[in-house]
């Protein structure tokens, strides 16, 4: 049981960043994919305040352009954090806001953009198609 619960990859996110802000003059990148309702927006608030605790320089990027309130979900988070967030708004391409807010995010030297997407099930074609893009 421990062999199968154990990651094989790292799952230090602080190391993880310091290896990629450290060596590249990019910032680091999370993606919070999900079904509907599992709490990717909250744990992205939560992982940012973790993030600034440690000094990190953090950017939120507001990809859920499908869900009605999303958008204003992480405009509440960021401004309890006191975070940028960058978002384009509903009806938008997910992949075109994320890369632009990782475009922005290299210019402002942020350490890691956090990209909030929408939950989506695995039988919504659409929206799966969305997540392959971005």
Do not use: W
Not at 39 to 53: D, E
Not at 96 to 110: D, F, M, T
């Amino acid at each position: 049981l421990t062999r199968l619960l154990t990651p094989e990859q790292s799952t230090e996110l602080l190391a993880d960043v310091e290896a990629v802000t450290s060596l590249e003059k990019r910032p680091f990148v999370v993606v919070f994919c999900g079904v509907n309702g599992v709490g990717k927006s909250t744990s992205l608030a939560k992982t940012c305040y973790y993030l600034q605790k440690h000094g990190k320089k953090v950017l939120v990027a507001a990809c859920d352009t499908f869900r009605a309130g999303a958008v204003e979900q992480l405009k509440t988070h960021a401004a309890c954090l006191d975070v940028a967030l960058y978002h384009q708004g509903y009806g938008k391409d997910a992949a075109g806001v994320a890369k632009e807010a990782i475009r922005l995010g290299a210019e402002q030297n942020v350490d890691v953009v956090l990209v909030d997407t929408a939950g989506r099930m695995q039988h919504n074609e659409p929206l799966m198609r969305a997540l392959a893009k971005l």
